[in-house]
């Protein structure tokens, strides 16, 4: 008789272990997939899975077997034009496995490669792995106007939906047995009396009636004392601990004068979306602000930002003086944590990069976190470069730039500026 | 190939069908069980008791991965496999498999809540009663495996090595498990039959064992020279008789393993044992189950007890099961064993009830007796290669239109050397049957000696068969995954049938360089 049984409920996620560590024992080769993939994706995919490709060799589990060479026999079906003594050209290759009788392997190809899918959150794991947010601990606690309540042991005195049942229920009953005890122990010899009393020989009437009659007064007594009394509640605890802000806001600042062409606007957003996944990564919410200029400063959307052409001139303290007003107004840098990313081509109006860095230094510097900075152009640096250098010279920690020259530079940019740095990211 | 079937008896159908519609209940699981059962017992199909689990397609990759076992230790390689069938499956590369069914007693099959009835009913009979009978039945099976005891088996390697792993770290029982692994197929006793595992037996004598092994590899070890003369010679060999068990030799003698390396070296020898006799019956064990599927379905039709749509869904999924494409289909990936085993059993069935001249000739005892006799007989006292070369007749051959070809190297081309006509039967018989031979497809190789008094390394020996040579880049990394157990050198020599070292291998203490030797020395026996 057979016993048929539903394992349908059972986990399904068995191999989960497994899988981890194969992907932890190619850890290597998944990561440079993963930037493979990321230098050749769409900009609008970026935030998802991934199909990772790993060489087949490279995982290959070796057990011994015959090489080529030597004297093989085969035996394969469906003959329609073999006799016995025929001889065929020994194919391309050598004569191996399944390739005696000469027959074209058109899925060989695919063999050769091992294909694998992870998803969003391990492919962003091994995107930014070895990364890091710098300055990331320095919102200092005083600054700091986010409270969470804690639990913090337990008091007498609280509001009734804090009282913790368990608790006072244990404090009544010990204040009942230290108020009761001396009592309690009279009642028990009496009794003890009244019990060997009531077997010996000759009971004493009187004597027991008296007994009783104290007995009696003592149970009384003891019930008069209260089953549980204001002096045994307790309450649970709470206090207020400071929150460090996990809150972010990226400003994207983008030069959109006529000499940006939409190709530098795409390896501009491709940077600004990778610094958003990795900044999501690290805060419970982040806030973009996009502001764009060129001889004006506006914010705008996300669609007018890197669609909208203007042509003008370019004027790029403008939008950092926008950047920090908007600072001023939404965004108390003791609540937020602050990152600025400027992408440009290195256009700037020759008298305003002096501007840029007075304000660069004195705004913006000291209430951001970060502050970098890519310059997406194939032509030598414009003055904005080395205006910047000097700030990047003297503010290692907070400021960076980078020079990008096409699509491949973007990854390794963005990994050159944030990963991680020995010692420098506790904040000043 | 259905219209060829041989005529049914038509018998009157009588009986209402058991169920209509394609949905499966596990009130209608049941039902097909009882009768299958019934029909089981009128052929005279032993069986362990039956344990069907209905599973999830996720439950089914996850069953997949781990070999096929319910429960196994956690390895890397599993996780590769598990992700390499994910992805074919997702892709519809590949079809999951209809079952899965696991020598143990009882015997558990899998069934995926995906199929629809008939595909049920056909893995309740392919599985629960072809497989399960040939589990208990075959000699093999019987003789080499305990299948009450391999679940509590699995479950005590499973925390044993979970154990070490919290112990020792993943990565150092890792990399003992990648060795082992690679060793595996070289890890079983051909020969000598090995006593039955039991985990609780197992739990109790591990500590024992400990103790054992390492008095006597102190013993063994003792003889390092300290004041002897350095070139003293060795004048026996250690091991005294080559041994063929590899990891055997390594976990009763490697001088620098910790007992819990022992102890799992001594997990995957058990593992690859239970495995062993499975490698060596594949064409019987699929084509017995095909075979008896085909069988049973057909009675239930005749029986009136399943539906026609139902016999022609069954008759489908059958079609592919048994499909061999032909060697110059760009779907050939060689010969099917459904195919061939299900070819072959039925065959038997053919020549016992209606023999031809040529039957006569061939199979004198079988033409005309009792078919349910001789396919029990067969089932139970082969393996492949004696299973193909006692019953492979020449109508089989024909229909499949086999041919065999030669690949001698020191020819520059390929020669048939026999197709299916009356001079080439006998060869191509022999030749395909030389082919499930394990003893030709995998390399022979034994534990020559090891220099007890002096580096301590270890010599094995690969006996060339046919002058086939060892595959050099896996055989280099075998070396190093040997050097890796034992500790010292590891020796790879490559020997002719008249004892001549053709190829040498070996890992070096510093630079792990593969040398080859060409030049031929005469070495003593």
Redesign the interface.
């Known amino acids: 008789?057979?016993?048929?049984?539903?394992?349908?409920l059972?986990g399904?996620?068995?191999?989960t272990?497994?899988?981890?560590?194969?992907?932890?024992?190619y850890r290597h080769h998944v990561k440079a997939a993963v930037q493979e993939a990321i230098d050749q994706r769409s900009i609008t995919d970026v935030d998802g899975g991934s199909d990772i490709t790993i060489p087949r060799k490279d995982?290959?589990?070796?057990?011994?077997?015959?090489?080529?060479?030597?004297?093989?026999?085969?035996?394969?079906?469906?003959?329609?034009e073999?006799?016995?003594?025929?001889?065929?050209?020994?194919p391309p290759g050598g004569?191996g496995q399944?390739s005696?009788?000469?027959?074209?392997s058109?899925?060989g190809e695919d063999m050769d490669e091992?294909?694998?899918?992870i998803n969003r959150d391990e492919f962003l794991e091994y995107l930014f792995d070895d990364l890091e947010l710098p300055n990331l601990l320095r919102k200092e606690l005083k600054d700091s106007t986010d409270y969470q309540l804690k639990r913090a042991g337990f008091t007498t005195a609280g509001s009734p939906d804090r009282l913790n049942i368990v608790r006072s229920l244990r404090a009544a009953h010990a204040r009942r047995i230290a108020l009761s005890g001396k009592d309690r122990k009279v009642l028990r010899t009496l009794k003890r009396q009244l019990r060997e009393m009531e077997v010996s020989a000759d009971p004493v009437d009187q004597q027991q009636a008296s007994l009783r009659e104290e007995i009696k007064l003592l149970n009384k007594k003891l019930k008069r004392l209260p089953f549980i009394d204001d002096f045994d509640l307790r309450f649970n605890n709470m206090t207020k601990a400071p929150q460090p802000s996990s809150k972010a806001v990226m400003f994207c600042v983008m030069d959109v004068s006529g000499s940006m062409t939409q190709e530098i606007k795409d390896m501009a957003k491709r940077f600004f979306l990778l610094l958003y996944l990795f900044l999501e990564r690290s805060y419970e919410a982040v806030d973009v602000v996009f502001i764009r200029h060129h001889s004006e400063a506006r914010e705008c959307d996300e669609h007018d930002f890197f669609h909208a052409r203007e042509t003008g001139g370019t004027i790029v303290s403008k939008a950092l003086l926008l950047t920090h007003n908007i600072i001023q107004q939404r965004y108390p840098p003791g609540q937020w944590n602050i990152y600025i990313a400027q992408a440009s081509d290195g256009d700037n109006w020759g008298e305003d990069s002096s501007t840029c860095t007075s304000i660069i230094l004195d705004k913006l510097l000291p209430v951001c976190q970060y502050f970098a900075y890519v310059e997406i152009t194939d032509q030598h640096h414009q003055n904005l470069w080395y205006e910047y250098a000097t700030i990047a010279e003297s503010y290692p920690d907070h400021f960076a730039m980078q020079h990008i020259h096409s699509y491949l530079d973007i990854y390794p940019t963005f990994r050159r500026l944030f990963e991680k740095k020995e010692g420098t990211h506790v904040g000043r | 190939m259905l219209a060829a079937e041989a005529p049914k008896r038509h018998t009157i159908r009588r009986e209402k069908p058991l169920s209509t519609g394609s949905e499966w209940t596990f009130e209608l699981l049941d039902l097909y069980d009882r009768e299958f059962a019934r029909l089981a017992d009128k052929f005279r199909l032993d069986t362990y008791p039956n344990q069907i689990e209905v599973i999830s397609s996720e439950q089914m990759l996850d069953a997949y991965s781990s070999v096929g076992m319910p429960l196994m230790y956690n390895h890397w390689s599993y996780g590769k496999t598990f992700l390499n069938n994910q992805q074919n499956y997702q892709r519809g590369r590949m079809g999951l498999a209809y079952e899965i069914v696991i020598n143990s007693n009882p015997c558990i099959a899998y069934l995926m809540e995906e199929n629809t009835m008939p595909m049920q009913a056909l893995v309740i009979a392919h599985a629960c009663y072809g497989h399960n009978s040939f589990f208990k039945g075959n000699y093999l099976f019987r003789q080499w495996t305990d299948a009450s005891a391999i679940i509590d088996y699995l479950l005590f390697a499973k925390h044993y090595i979970a154990r070490c792993e919290e112990k020792h770290g993943v990565t150092v029982v890792e990399a003992i498990l990648d060795a082992c692994h690679a060793l595996m197929n070289q890890g079983v006793n051909r020969y000598i039959r090995p006593a039955p595992v039991s985990a609780a037996q197992e739990q109790a004598c591990s500590r024992e064992r400990e103790a054992y092994i390492q008095r006597n590899l102190n013993d063994l070890w003792r003889t390092i020279p300290v004041s002897e003369p350095p070139q003293l010679r060795q004048d026996e060999r250690f091991p005294k008789d080559p041994e063929e068990n590899l990891l055997y030799f390594i976990e009763k003698n490697a001088p620098l393993l910790e007992t819990w390396q022992r102890e799992i070296i001594r997990i995957v020898r058990k593992v690859a044992q239970y495995f062993y006799p499975q490698r060596q019956t594949q064409v019987m064990n699929e084509g017995w189950a095909t075979f008896w599927h085909y069988h049973l379905m057909h009675e239930m039709y005749d029986e009136g007890l399943i539906t026609e749509g139902f016999i022609m869904e069954f008759l489908h999924s059958h079609s592919s099961v048994v499909f061999q494409p032909a060697f110059d289909d760009p779907r050939y990936s060689g010969i099917n064993p459904y195919t061939l085993g299900f070819n072959i059993f039925r065959d038997i069935r053919r020549i016992c009830e209606q023999p031809t001249e040529e039957d006569r000739e061939w199979f004198p005892d079988l033409a005309g007796s009792d078919w349910l006799d001789a396919v029990h007989f067969a089932m139970q006292n082969f393996k492949d290669e004696g299973f193909i070369l006692q019953y492979l007749s020449p109508r089989v051959m024909r229909d499949m239109r086999l041919f065999s070809i030669e690949d001698n190297d020191i020819n520059p081309y390929l020669e048939v050397d026999a197709i299916h006509d009356q001079q080439g039967y006998r060869q191509l018989r022999e030749n395909l049957a030389a082919l499930y031979n394990l003893g030709n497809r995998e390399p022979n190789i034994q534990v020559y000696n090891v220099d007890v008094r002096g580096d301590r390394s270890l010599t094995l020996r690969h006996y060339l068969h046919q002058r086939r040579p060892l595959d050099r880049d896996s055989t280099h990394e075998l070396l190093k995954h040997l050097h890796r157990l034992w500790g010292f050198d590891v020796k790879l020599d490559s020997v002719d049938q008249d004892n001549i070292i053709q190829y040498i291998f070996k890992t070096e203490s510093n630079s792990k360089e593969l040398v080859k030797v060409t030049s031929k020395k005469r070495v003593n026996r």
């Open positions: 008789m057979s016993l048929i049984i539903d394992r349908r059972n399904k996620k068995k191999s272990v497994n899988r981890q560590r194969f992907l932890k024992r995982l290959s589990e070796p057990f011994f077997h015959h090489g080529q060479g030597g004297h093989h026999g085969h035996v394969h079906p469906g003959n329609h073999f006799h016995r003594g025929d001889r065929i050209q020994r004569g399944g005696g009788a000469g027959q074209a058109d899925r091992f294909i694998f899918q």
